[in-house]
């Protein structure tokens, strides 16, 4: 019979400490920022950043004699789902302590929806806040679209969870011949995803956003956030800066390694991807059939029509959130594209969330092959991506893992409706949760465009949902299996 051990929790105590450490020393931006425009908010900065210090500081320091020793697989699970449970929760604590002085749930709802990379809010009239509590928000995208990079191209991989794995194969040379450490990997994506983001912020304030606004949105349009200073989002902007939004967002939602080795001198990895290929080839299809759609069932010009679908649609399939024109109004057509795309999400080893393109060009290459057994019994016809074999463990890892993202939304889904949310609510919150879309929609949603009038049982599974979705849900599996704590 298995007994139960327990687990050495200070190696993982020790780098959450770290980290808390860390997110303290980041909130200077958002206290400086109060502070120099007398906002009057500073305070809330300043506490909570004392509250990291100090909460952070002991436990790395009561954990540091077991700092050099190297993590197991569960001891590698257990630091990943804490860092995601741990980081909003002091993230959180500006929000309640100063404006908008919001309750717990509320305050770590938006929290984990900025750090998720999710970008849905509880926070009604967001033009009216602190331009710190701004700040705040954009960084919490940035950091989480940063973050959720690390993990997924560095410890991912290596514990070889939900289909990551495949970046290890010869194919994609992700750590063996292009860069040999995990430290280099984390260098040069912090150096890309930095250039992305100021690349951005000139962009759109030649595109005609004021620097303050151009710098957010620019933080949240990298990381695929969502999280805008205005409440009204990207509506009243001029159409430069929709369409600038639209590239960004795609460059954004790339597979990061591949601007790693673009970097360092090999486009063709790049242009090569299959994913990459098929995530564009997907926009532009769902981009034109909306486009024309509309057109044909409505007196709004093309360049409008095209413009409204591009965004849009970009913003939802590559999981950021943000919103323009009048798109949720279009009908059922636009939203049920919309819905599908969101579940596809974009590409692998990038800070958007979804199946992944990747995933599910596999998923199709297995019923291609299935099919063709099917009409030539004798012959065989293996699962192939980009001209190689999909492994058996890939496999079955994918349609594991589409197994268990069905199951889950719905389930989260029915969980919803029984707090005493309505049908059309409730399923939109669950796919744009799970998804990390941001996206609202329905009839609790429409009057403020955000997620504040649910229960608050509602928003605690929306966090569930954000949180497993964010971590390809077996990350969290895993953790709250019993075989997981037994020797």
Request: hydrophobic fraction near 55%; aromatic fraction near 12%.
């Given at each position: 019979?298995a007994?139960?051990?327990m687990?050495?929790?200070?190696?993982?105590?020790?780098v959450?400490?770290l980290?808390?450490?860390?997110?303290?020393?980041?909130?200077?931006?958002?206290?400086?920022?109060?502070?120099?425009l007398g906002?009057?908010n500073?305070?809330a900065?300043?506490?909570?950043?004392?509250?990291?210090l100090?909460?952070?500081g002991?436990?790395?320091?009561a954990?540091?004699?077991?700092?050099?020793?190297?993590?197991?697989?569960?001891?590698?699970f257990l630091?990943?789902?804490?860092?995601?449970?741990?980081?909003?929760?002091?993230?959180?604590?500006?929000?309640?302590i100063?404006?908008?002085e919001?309750?717990l749930?509320?305050?770590?709802?938006?929290?984990?929806?900025?750090i998720?990379t999710?970008g849905?809010?509880?926070?009604?009239?967001?033009?009216d806040?602190?331009?710190?509590?701004?700040?705040?928000?954009?960084m919490l995208?940035?950091?989480?679209?940063?973050?959720?990079?690390f993990?997924?191209?560095?410890f991912?991989?290596?514990?070889?969870?939900?289909?990551?794995?495949?970046f290890?194969?010869?194919?994609f040379?992700t750590f063996?011949k292009?860069?040999?450490?995990?430290?280099d990997?984390a260098?040069?994506?912090?150096?890309?995803?930095?250039?992305?983001?100021?690349?951005c912020?000139?962009?759109?304030?030649?595109?005609?956003?004021?620097?303050?606004?151009a710098?957010?949105?620019?933080?949240?349009?990298?990381?695929?956030?969502?999280?805008?200073?205005?409440a009204?989002?990207?509506?009243?902007y001029p159409?430069?800066?929709?369409?600038?939004?639209a590239?960004?967002?795609?460059?954004?939602?790339?597979?990061y390694?591949?601007?790693v080795?673009?970097?360092?001198g090999s486009?063709?990895?790049?242009?090569?991807?299959?994913?990459v290929?098929?995530?564009?080839?997907?926009i532009?299809?769902?981009?034109?059939?909306?486009?024309?759609?509309r057109?044909?069932?409505?007196?709004?010009g093309?360049?409008?029509?095209f413009?409204?679908?591009?965004?849009?649609l970009?913003?939802?399939?590559?999981?950021?959130g943000?919103?323009s024109?009048?798109f949720?109004?279009?009908g059922?057509f636009?939203?049920?594209?919309?819905?599908?795309?969101?579940?596809?999400?974009?590409?692998?080893?990038?800070s958007a969330?979804?199946?992944?393109v990747?995933?599910?060009q596999?998923?199709?290459?297995?019923?291609?092959?299935?099919?063709?057994?099917?009409?030539?019994?004798?012959r065989?016809a293996?699962?192939r991506?980009?001209?190689?074999?999909?492994?058996?463990?890939?496999?079955?890892a994918?349609?594991l893992y589409?197994?268990?993202?069905?199951?889950?939304?719905?389930?989260?889904?029915?969980l919803?409706?029984?707090?005493?949310?309505?049908?059309?609510?409730a399923?939109?919150?669950?796919?744009?949760?799970?998804?990390?879309i941001?996206y609202?929609?329905?009839?609790?949603?429409?009057?403020?465009g955000?997620?504040i009038?649910?229960?608050?049982p509602a928003?605690?599974?929306?966090?569930?949902?954000?949180?497993m979705?964010?971590?390809s849900?077996?990350?969290?599996f895993?953790?709250?299996?019993?075989?997981?704590?037994?020797?």
């Amino acid at each position: 019979m298995a007994r139960r051990v327990m687990v050495d929790l200070r190696p993982v105590g020790y780098v959450l400490g770290l980290i808390v450490t860390a997110l303290g020393a980041t909130m200077v931006v958002p206290f400086l920022t109060d502070f120099y425009l007398g906002d009057g908010n500073a305070h809330a900065f300043s506490a909570a950043a004392l509250a990291c210090l100090i909460c952070g500081g002991l436990t790395a320091l009561a954990c540091q004699n077991h700092a050099s020793q190297s993590l197991s697989v569960r001891q590698g699970f257990l630091l990943t789902v804490g860092i995601w449970l741990a980081v909003p929760f002091f993230s959180a604590l500006p929000l309640m302590i100063g404006a908008p002085e919001v309750s717990l749930l509320d305050a770590y709802f938006e929290a984990v929806s900025g750090i998720t990379t999710t970008g849905a809010s509880v926070f009604v009239g967001v033009d009216d806040l602190p331009a710190g509590v701004l700040v705040w928000r954009a960084m919490l995208n940035w950091l989480g679209g940063l973050g959720i990079a690390f993990i997924a191209m560095i410890f991912l991989p290596v514990m070889r969870v939900g289909g990551m794995q495949f970046f290890r194969s010869e194919g994609f040379d992700t750590f063996g011949k292009v860069l040999p450490r995990a430290t280099d990997i984390a260098g040069q994506l912090f150096f890309v995803y930095s250039g992305l983001t100021v690349a951005c912020m000139l962009s759109y304030h030649l595109a005609g956003m004021v620097w303050f606004e151009a710098i957010l949105h620019a933080l949240a349009t990298i990381a695929t956030g969502g999280f805008s200073p205005r409440a009204a989002s990207f509506v009243g902007y001029p159409p430069a800066v929709e369409y600038t939004a639209a590239l960004y967002m795609v460059l954004g939602s790339l597979p990061y390694i591949r601007y790693v080795q673009l970097v360092r001198g090999s486009a063709t990895p790049l242009w090569r991807d299959a994913q990459v290929r098929g995530y564009l080839r997907w926009i532009a299809m769902v981009v034109g059939a909306v486009t024309l759609w509309r057109v044909a069932s409505s007196d709004q010009g093309v360049e409008s029509s095209f413009r409204e679908a591009l965004f849009n649609l970009i913003s939802v399939m590559s999981s950021t959130g943000f919103g323009s024109g009048s798109f949720v109004g279009w009908g059922s057509f636009a939203m049920i594209v919309a819905m599908w795309i969101g579940i596809i999400g974009a590409c692998s080893g990038a800070s958007a969330a979804g199946l992944s393109v990747f995933r599910v060009q596999v998923i199709l290459a297995a019923l291609r092959a299935e099919i063709a057994r099917i009409h030539a019994p004798h012959r065989i016809a293996p699962v192939r991506y980009e001209g190689r074999t999909v492994e058996k463990d890939t496999m079955d890892a994918i349609i594991l893992y589409l197994g268990a993202y069905i199951i889950t939304f719905g389930v989260i889904a029915v969980l919803i409706m029984q707090t005493g949310v309505d049908f059309e609510s409730a399923i939109f919150a669950s796919w744009t949760s799970i998804g990390n879309i941001g996206y609202g929609y329905g009839p609790m949603v429409a009057e403020t465009g955000t997620f504040i009038d649910f229960p608050d049982p509602a928003k605690a599974l929306m966090i569930l949902a954000m949180i497993m979705g964010r971590l390809s849900l077996l990350s969290v599996f895993v953790v709250l299996l019993p075989r997981f704590w037994e020797a």
